[in-house]
């Protein structure tokens, strides 16, 4: 009996190493160019766990599980080349819902994450320590020396942008992971600072579309802004790539000439023109999906609001501070009940209070779909009983 706990500590311990390892990623302080690790690799879940694709309830990304519906696409526009009026129809309808006046479109955000840093000339950049890696990974891999912030408070980011001569701030608004929004009088504050100097303010609002109070894009046209908008969270279409970036005139130019005739496929013009002209859908879309927020936030206050240190939503996922062990259990244990989720290291956090401590990040569960809220609900409670 004895010997049969300590084979399945064994286990349990090597397991914890192998996944911390596995899910561990790059860490700011050492600034290791290996490629990020992003949700969704359920292929991967699967061969870990032994579990197949079918049966996972996958809530590792920020994307939308109800998703913009797919329109018919003619069947032609996948035979065609993109035409200048339709390309232009994309961008018109872009204008208008991102209320901006000079927009450029892109493969999803994270094309223009990757062409950035070749348009500034070197220098300082600073970003928050907990937040998407990619940019972490264009920038340093691009040779620009990076400073970070603590992703949880203003004044960190104020003292960064006041006291050191950077070249370039990013502001991930809401961050992801972190869940923390940044105010948009602050943002417009940096702005002012970092257009004194010829910097730039580069704000990824690939998750603003839930709550827009918080965004600039109203105010891309100005000197030295650049905002990163998506198609991939709250409208679910992640896989047609398609985001947008929003400056002035000349940042705009820069990129133009950078980015290629065709950066994007006809139909994914097509349906990302439908989606951001359907103010219908927009708007069934952002009820459905706060009454699935707050869902999801209840269940997760209900279940692990007495081990956390922190519970925060943003729109399109809620992020549970807990201590390391705990998160590296709760991850398991979901993840061999075929739920998914995603776990972010937090050691090498500028915050004291967060070195012991792992951030799991829940994507949203459909309001529609009972089976897999009973799967969550029941894999929780499994999961804090073990
Ligand atoms: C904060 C953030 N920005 C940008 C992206 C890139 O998204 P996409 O290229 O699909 O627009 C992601 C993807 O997960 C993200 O989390």
Known sequence: MVVRRIFIGFIRWSIALTVKNIITPELPGELTLELPEHGGDLGF????????????????????????????????????LPQRHQ????????????QCENIVVGAGSQQFIELLPQLHTSGKVAMPDIGYREHLYAWSRAGYQIIFYDSSSAE????????????????????????IHIEKNLLLKLQQKMATRGGWLIVDEAFADVNPMHS????????????????????????????????????????????????????SLFIATQALLDKQWQYTARKQHSAAEQWLFSLLQKKLGHEA?????????VSVILNEQLAIHLYQSLASQ????????????????????????????SITDANAQEKLINGLAYAMSE
């Open 156 to 179: 960190s980011l104020q003292t960064i942008v006041n006291n050191n001569d950077v070249n370039v701030v990013i502001v991930i608004n809401p961050c992801n992971p972190a869940a």
């Open 87 to 98: 390309k232009q129809a994309l961008i018109e309808a872009a204008k208008t819902y991102y």
């Open 338 to 365: 075929g739920i998914w989720v995603r776990y972010w290291d937090l050691s090498s956090s500028l915050s004291s209070i967060l070195s012991d401590k792992a951030l799991l990040r829940f994507g949203l569960v």
């Open 309 to 317: 240190l922190h519970i925060r939503r943003a729109g399109l996922f």
């Open 216 to 267: 600039i894009s109203g105010y891309a046209h100005l000197p030295g802004v650049i905002v990163l908008r998506s198609l991939g969270k709250l409208f679910g279409l992640a896989g047609i790539r398609i985001g947008f970036l929003l400056a002035s005139k000349a940042i705009i130019s820069k990129i133009e000439m950078r980015i290629g005739l065709w950066p994007v496929s006809l139909p």
């Open 45 to 80: 879940a699967s061969q870990c766990y032994g579990i197949s694709l079918d049966k996972w309830l996958d809530l590792s990304t920020g994307i939308n599980p109800d998703g913009y519906p797919i329109p018919q696409i003619p069947q032609q526009y996948f035979q065609q």
